[in-house]
């Protein structure tokens, strides 16, 4: 099976500064990995993902992760943070040849203007 | 082209009453989830369909949960009798095989009282 950690639930930054969301995951097989990003009431939207490749992934609204096989680690950044980034921030991951997902329990961004 | 689709958004519902989600997904996808995502936490899997097969219902309460998918399209997660701890949010998912196109709903916010 396989778990994810974030280290941080509650992430205060000011508008316009960079923020980084830590994430940890520990798995005995290959896996992909996720963010996604959770507005009030609303439902799960994927910011990005990684599969293969480059470790540096892009996504949208500006933000990116890197993924670090050696330390387990997936964080994601945004350079500069805007009051709309408010939000739950999701880190899961997925076997490469399962179908279930596996979140950590979640960081709330705060955007202080 | 409509994402998952699910109703209603919210449910206020005495305890011990009997409540419905419904789930409509993606065209094409042959593979349904349903996840349960509790207050703070991140979600996690309750169920997941194969077409109409339920392949994995290993964290499903079954004593008080039960789904269905006919005709391996829409899917009904019910929940008789509904207690305190119930209230959540349940996220509805679909796929192709593989877990290819992974998409959530907006998800139902259920509160008993």
């Known amino acids: 099976a396989q778990s994810v950690t974030q280290l941080d639930s509650q992430v205060p930054v000011f508008e316009e500064a960079p923020v980084e969301l830590r994430c940890n995951y520990s798995s005995s097989v290959s896996v992909y990995l996720f963010w996604y990003v959770q507005y009030p009431n609303q439902g799960l939207q994927l910011l990005l993902k990684y599969l293969s490749g480059s470790t540096l992934v892009k996504g949208i609204n500006g933000f990116e992760a890197e993924f670090n096989k050696s330390q387990t680690s997936f964080h994601l950044r945004k350079p500069s943070v805007h009051i709309s980034d408010t939000a739950e921030y999701f880190c899961?991951?997925?076997?490469?040849?399962?179908?279930?997902?596996?979140f950590g329990t979640g960081t709330s961004l705060t955007v202080i203007p | 082209e409509a994402g998952v689709v699910q109703s209603p958004r919210y449910k206020i519902i005495e305890k011990k009453q009997p409540v419905a989600f419904w789930c409509n997904p993606i065209s094409g996808h042959n593979t349904l989830y349903w996840y349960l995502q509790n207050l703070g936490q991140g979600p996690e899997l309750l169920i997941r369909?194969?077409?109409?097969?339920?392949?994995?219902d290993s964290q499903l309460p079954k004593d008080r949960f039960s789904a269905e998918r006919l005709k391996g399209v829409d899917s009904t997660l019910k929940i008789q009798p509904a207690e305190l701890g119930d209230s959540a949010v349940y996220l509805c998912?679909?796929?192709?095989?593989?877990?290819?196109?992974?998409?959530f709903g907006s998800g139902t916010r259920l509160t008993v009282v």
């Open positions: 899961a991951v997925r076997s490469i040849n399962g179908n279930q997902f596996y």
């Open positions: 998912a679909s796929s192709l095989s593989g877990g290819l196109g992974y998409t």
């Open positions: 369909y194969e077409n109409e097969e339920a392949v994995d």
